[in-house]
């Protein structure tokens, strides 16, 4: 069977399930599930001949063997007891439970997942396979799994900049479902040729990170090692923990981040009455340059102290953290002295599945202690005044991001040339700002833009229709979510009364 038939067949069952109210993200999980024992069987016979810890009665062979209601049982029991078992079949199975209530329809996709030798399978096509269905779960705006979800276009370009080399360490504190990961592994497989100890380095140990949420570790776990990072029967290189709790064991040479969206870190609780309530979440941490409860801030501010003096960093960050007065002014004074920011890329709204998101990819040096601040200059690339994207109708691609690449200057970044002249080319997208001239603006504001909008003044220019509803609707949400933000630090002093249905 071909990849473009596995592909198909994949697909087509999705769709079946669909009808019974099943969404995509039940469906990936249940995919990880199934496709997992597969290969864990494949495994196990020659010329492997490994034992991945799954007991005899709980194995792939066991769902094959029942049909109708012991089949539901039996799979209900086998994910409850794959759960408690160690490594990474243990982090697979992490809270799994079964989503599929028809059991003509699970037995069926048990057979077609045993159709295919997985194993056997190249790694592109299983990646294919499962990235085309985690974006279609991100897709689907009502799970919420777009949040996970950076675009694979801008995790390229972000990619091509930082151009990680073999034996580095990388590390995202949020991994999602692991997109940045697999570029890095791609463009070091693409453009390295690694001997065997840099192949071993970059399976198994070149790759960390953190995502709280299980589902979602599941699906970048799974992700990581059908594109053959880690293996079967080792431990998952993704942690369960909050990373912001406590300072990084250990230290790294790369990050490749994009933390999660939502100004506000909170935990839920139940009060004394049985109701949930949020309760705001500040992270006192001594190496901290400023206690807050922006989790943006709070990240920028762990991504720094995760590198080595030598280590490097690109992480995408909401406009606020460019912006924000108090602790955010801080960290971005801070960021400049102990590391050389030389780079911000401003993104367009339109590209991400979380709506009305105004974001950027802040690129940042680390560097030794020393009393004059590292950051000389910051170059910036405005990729969204004027510039319209659409998820659907125009999405963005790598190549709207390679002229922001080629003016990066991966080769040599002390040598750029800017493209903005007052006179000669006003619309130029690439110009540096001083480290003094940042300084004396409000509030050290890295939110700096100097296009003009020719919405504004060109009205034989506009975008399609359909752009510019979507680009209403993106304003608007954005405006909801900020005003849910002032409604919710209301609500911590001061309760709000119930809402009535109208």
Request: charged share 25%; proline share 4%; aromatic share 10%.
């Amino acid at each position: 069977m071909n990849a473009d038939t596995i592909v198909s067949k994949v697909w087509s069952f999705c769709t079946i399930l669909k009808d019974d109210g099943i969404g995509y993200g039940d469906y990936l999980e249940q995919l990880t599930y199934l496709i997992f024992l597969k290969m864990a069987d494949e495994y196990s016979k020659p010329p492997y001949n490994r034992d991945v810890g799954i007991p005899e009665g709980f194995n792939w062979n066991s769902l094959r063997t029942k049909k109708g209601a012991e089949l539901e049982g039996h799979y209900i029991t086998l994910l409850r007891e794959l759960a408690i078992k160690k490594g990474m079949l243990g982090q697979i199975f992490t809270k799994s439970q079964n989503k599929i209530q028809d059991p003509a329809k699970l037995s069926r996709l048990v057979e077609m997942v045993n159709d295919t030798d997985w194993v056997m399978l190249d790694a592109d096509t299983k990646g294919t396979i499962y990235e085309g269905l985690l974006e279609k779960n991100a897709e689907d705006t009502k799970s919420g799994a777009g949040q996970y979800f950076t675009p694979r276009s801008l995790i390229k370009a972000m990619v091509a900049c930082m151009r990680p080399e073999p034996m580095q360490s990388i590390a995202d504190p949020a991994c999602g479902t692991g997109g940045f990961f697999l570029a890095a592994y791609d463009y070091l497989i693409d453009n390295h040729r690694l001997d065997k100890k840099q192949k071993a380095f970059l399976k198994f140990d070149a790759f960390s990170g953190n995502e709280i949420v299980a589902s979602t570790r599941r699906m970048c776990l799974m992700n990581m090692f059908l594109h053959n990072i880690g293996e079967i029967d080792g431990v998952g290189a993704i942690s369960s923990n909050d990373s912001l709790i406590a300072p990084p064991a250990h230290t790294v040479d790369m990050i490749l981040a994009n933390p999660p969206f939502g100004k506000k870190s909170s935990m839920t609780f139940t009060n004394e009455a049985g109701e949930q309530e949020k309760d705001g979440l500040t992270y006192n941490r001594q190496d901290f340059w400023a206690t807050t409860s922006n989790k943006q801030v709070n990240f920028i501010q762990h991504i720094r102290s995760m590198l080595k003096s030598t280590g490097r960093a690109a992480v995408v960050a909401p406009d606020n953290v460019l912006f924000e007065g108090g602790a955010g002014e801080t960290v971005r004074k801070k960021l400049m002295e102990t590391t050389e920011l030389h780079t911000i890329l401003r993104l367009p709204t339109g590209i991400f599945y979380a709506n009305g998101v105004k974001a950027n990819v802040l690129f940042f040096d680390n560097r030794p202690a020393q009393k004059e601040p590292w950051t000389k200059e910051v170059w910036i690339y405005d990729y969204r005044t004027n510039i319209h994207h659409t998820l659907k109708k125009k999405p963005m691609r790598f190549e709207h991001l390679e002229d922001f690449v080629d003016c990066y200057n991966t080769h040599n970044r002390h040598d750029r040339k800017g493209t903005w002249d007052a006179e000669i080319n006003p619309d130029g997208r690439w110009r540096k700002y001083d480290y003094k001239d940042i300084l004396s603006r409000d509030k050290t504001s890295l939110d700096i833009f100097w296009l003009k909008d020719k919405s504004l003044a060109d009205l034989d220019n506009l975008p399609d229709p359909e752009e510019l509803a979507e680009e209403i609707i993106e304003n608007i949400e954005a405006g909801l979510n900020s005003f849910r933000e002032v409604v919710a630090n209301l609500g911590a002093n001061h309760k709000l009364p119930a809402s009535s249905d109208s």
